[in-house]
């Protein structure tokens, strides 16, 4: 009597699991990129582990890491959602009015800025659908390589680009690091203002690790000016000047049209921040991301007026979120 041949079932969705969980060696981390919870991620690649048969994740101390036959199945995974990525493109023109899905990563200064007006131009196209997730810069980075986005939207300082072969960049706004303040304050009847100004004043400042820490610092090292916050992201920052907390040292694309504070340029300082477009080094065909992609880079020459800049050595990323 011949054995029955039991049939191996395996979502794309686990393999894509996988794969984020090996880029961040953390459940927690990857759970939060994918927008699920952590026992919901679990229960997945335990269901994907008694599929194939093997373990693929262990625990160790320092986080979650691969075993050597997750590690072994990595490259075949991550080809096998690349497949399904070029399979849906292809027939997206041919389907059943299902849309096209582009897939952005993007800091929280893209969101608020660049992102918004690209995507009211090419939404209105009923075969286009954008999934938008915000993150830090390496996180966005993290989320190009493992092909969980088509495209992403990081902030470097000049010079200064993913130390990766794994993707491309090209950027989009370079601009002066400048101070915004409460509506209101006595330094905004000013249309610039100096480091000097600034003293005695309380700043709201990024957490270490942050880009705009290290460059906050490097300004207020010049000043008397005394943190009174720590905070995460641009939008936190914002939300604290405009109840009068503080001030806080942002690049004039990282406040938008909408947020109450006001934004003055430093004419004694020389920081600058650029806006960063990254792609995969694995060119992809696609009308909706070729259109999406063109938007943003059409509105990043308009919005301020500020254009890329050109030239700089390239040195090792430090990347995050403004």
């Not at 994907?48 to 072994?72: C, I, P, Q």
């Not at 942050?210 to 943190?227: D, E, F, N």
């Amino acid at each position: 009597m011949r054995g029955t041949r039991t049939m191996c079932v395996v979502r794309t969705e686990q393999l894509r699991a996988l794969t984020v969980i090996a880029e961040t060696s953390s459940l927690r981390a990857a759970a939060a990129r994918l927008g699920i919870s952590q026992s919901s991620l679990s229960t997945s690649i335990q269901r994907l582990e008694a599929e194939l048969g093997v373990t693929l994740l262990g625990r160790t101390r320092t986080g979650t890491t691969l075993t050597e036959a997750g590690r072994a199945a990595l490259a075949p995974i991550r080809d096998v959602c690349r497949a399904e990525d070029d399979l849906r493109r292809v027939l997206s023109e041919y389907g059943d009015g299902r849309p096209e899905l582009v897939r952005v990563a993007a800091v929280t200064s893209a969101v608020n800025t660049v992102l918004p007006v690209a995507l009211h131009d090419v939404l209105d196209d009923a075969r286009l659908e954008v999934q938008v997730r915000i993150g830090g810069s390496d996180d966005v980075i993290g989320q190009v390589l493992d092909d969980s986005a088509d495209l992403g939207l990081i902030v470097c300082e000049p010079g200064v680009r993913p130390p990766t072969s794994g993707v491309r960049s090209e950027t989009l706004l370079s601009a002066r690091v400048g101070v915004a303040m409460p509506v209101g304050h006595r330094l905004a009847r000013a249309d610039s203002v100096t480091l000097g100004d600034l003293h005695g004043e309380r700043m709201i400042d990024f957490r270490a690790g942050y880009l705009m820490h290290q460059v906050g610092r490097r300004m207020a090292a010049q000043t008397t000016a005394r943190a009174v916050s720590h905070v995460e992201s641009t939008p936190e920052a914002v939300r604290l000047v405009s109840a009068g907390v503080g001030m806080c040292f942002v690049p004039r694309f990282s406040v938008a049209a909408g947020d109450r504070v006001e934004w003055r340029e430093l004419t004694d300082s020389a920081e600058r921040i650029d806006l960063v477009l990254v792609s995969p080094a694995r060119i992809r065909a696609s009308i909706g991301l070729g259109r999406l992609t063109d938007r943003i880079r059409w509105h990043s020459r308009r919005l301020h007026g500020v254009r890329p800049e050109t030239g700089g050595s390239a040195k090792t990323a430090v990347r995050d979120t403004v």
